[in-house]
């Protein structure tokens, strides 16, 4: 075995992903986590993510425990460092974050996030 390649990882994934036992899942997962991303509360862009690979941990692809939900930035993070990349530079992240800001709905004033 020699080591993994990125193309690899997402063909694990999607092994999953895909078919209506997964859909169910991603159902609970959204449903516990309160329909927003676990990491920046956002409600958009969600995804569900397995927290320990499915990669390395195929047995817990369909373990609720293991799953928790990302928006797509968050997720986009988590993966990069995940298959080797350095995480943005925290100049750029914070970017990021004031763009995600501005493009969130304004009618949501009033509503406490951090
Ligand atoms: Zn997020």
Redesign the pocket.
């Known amino acids: 075995m020699t080591s993994f390649k990125r193309k690899e990882h997402i063909r694990h994934s999607a092994k999953v992903t895909r078919g209506p036992r997964w859909r169910a899942l991603r159902m609970q997962a959204l449903d516990r986590d309160g329909w927003a991303?676990v990491?920046?509360?956002?409600r958009k862009r969600l995804e569900c993510d397995h927290v320990l690979p499915v990669r390395t941990h195929p047995e817990l692809a369909y373990t609720l425990s293991n799953l928790q939900i990302?928006?797509g930035?968050?997720?986009t993070r988590k993966t990069r460092i995940e298959v080797g990349h350095k995480p943005l530079t925290p100049k750029r992240q914070q970017w990021r974050d004031l763009l995600r800001d501005m493009q969130r709905n304004p009618s949501s004033i009033g509503e406490t996030s951090c």
């Open positions: 991303c990491q920046c509360g956002t990302l928006c930035a968050c997720h």
